[in-house]
């Protein structure tokens, strides 16, 4: 199954704009989310689902997921059907509006048939959502690997705007549920591409409250995305000081530079040596 922490940059590409999907892989991106559902219209679906499947037929450099419309609709039954029909080059689905652990358990079932190893997404865009989300990763199975927040649907859903100050608590829940499991917690896309000093902002929040990597709707954002959740080379030479001075320390509380090191400073120093060694 696929690591989600070693890929933080996933850029959305619309299943009815096919040439956008081999052009994802040439932007430094991570993965490339095929979407099914919120930008493709009504009259569009069939026609995504088609250029999906002939996506997936072939092997590619990039990781490869799916967004497929909710099962409780005629078009995320035959998105399901189209993707387990035969074993497609697909490496997680993404799914929309999850609210309980039943949505992923049958997800799950219907993905098995076909898939012996694929991640399962869910995408957290409604209240519902946020109000179970420790019972959606306590409760759904295995291959729940990852949690996403959709801002712009939650935002509607809860008439707010979209600001961080707004959407700060959801954020903060996704972050919390996530930990419980270890699981890989996506950030929303922010949606204007022409902003670079807004979607900075906004990376260095969601990168504080802990969240491991951003969707993007523009191959422009993915450098920056990138960037965010990769440590400095000055924050990794430090770290690595910091756990040889611990490890000296025989694991005993010790001081580096003045400031105490104790178990959490050294684990937290393991993290940033791990994610500037192998972040892609």
Known sequence: ???????????????NKPTTFSKAEETGANGIIVDLEDSVSTKDKQI????????????????????????TTNDGLKDILAVTEKKLYLDA???????SPNDIYQLSQLLSQTYDEI????????????????????D?????????????DYASALNCDGSIQALLLARMKIVESSAMKNL????????????????????KTVKSLG???KAAIHPKQINQIKSAFKPTLEQYVQAKEIVETYNKAS??????????????????????????????
């Open 211 to 213: 969240f491991n990597g």
């Open 140 to 152: 759904s199975p295995a291959q729940l690997q990852a949690l996403m927040f959709g801002a712009a």
């Open 48 to 71: 995504s689902r088609d250029n999906a499947v002939r996506y997936l037929s072939k092997s590619s450099d990039i990781v490869n997921i799916l967004r497929i419309n909710h099962l």
């Open 184 to 203: 890989t917690c996506y950030d929303s896309p922010y949606f204007d591409f022409n902003d670079n000093h807004g979607l900075m902002n906004e990376l």
């Open 93 to 99: 689905v993404l799914y929309p509006k999850t609210e």
């Open 251 to 280: 694991g005993e509380a010790c001081q580096y530079k003045g400031k105490m090191i104790d178990k959490p400073v050294y684990q937290k120093s393991m993290q940033v040596i791990s994610n500037f060694e192998n972040l892609r």
């Open 119 to 138: 991640a399962l997404i869910a995408l957290i865009e409604t209240a519902q959502g946020t109000v179970n989300l420790h019972n959606i990763v306590r």
């Open 1 to 15: 199954m696929i690591n989600l922490q070693l890929n933080p940059a996933l850029l959305f590409t619309p299943g």
